[in-house]
Nanobody, 116 residues
């Protein structure tokens, strides 16, 4: 039973945009916990991209995406988003949603490929 489900990945040219979504279909506790997006490129460790506190009052970003990515959440829909603008080839990775809500929950990931 999936606790977090990502969507929105795909192939985009450099300079393009994508919006990723992460929905939590099996809980009513989503709004009480922080949510994070991670990514993992081939041959590299999984790294934190962005995180957002409960209520969305504070956000944090990796230096490599500051000014280009925006994390947000809609607790009425139990959903978090990652708006990615001005994408670069080095953003190519599988993007994962993460939430620690009693246990550690990861989605299965969504592939983002930035290429001509």
């Amino acid at each position: 039973q999936e606790q977090l489900v990502e969507s929105g990945g795909g192939l985009v040219q450099p300079g393009g945009s994508l919006r990723l979504s992460c929905v939590a279909p099996r809980t009513n506790m989503f709004r009480f916990y922080a949510v994070a997006w991670y990514r993992q490129a081939p041959g590299r460790q999984r790294e934190l991209v962005a995180e957002i506190t409960p209520g969305g009052g504070r956000t944090n970003y990796a230096d490599s995406v500051k000014g280009r990515f925006t994390i947000s959440r809609d607790d009425a829909k139990d959903t978090a988003y990652l708006q990615m603008n001005n994408l670069k080839p080095e953003d190519t990775a599988v993007y994962y949603c993460y939430q620690q809500r009693g246990a550690n929950y990861w989605g299965r990931g969504t592939q983002v490929t930035v290429s001509y």
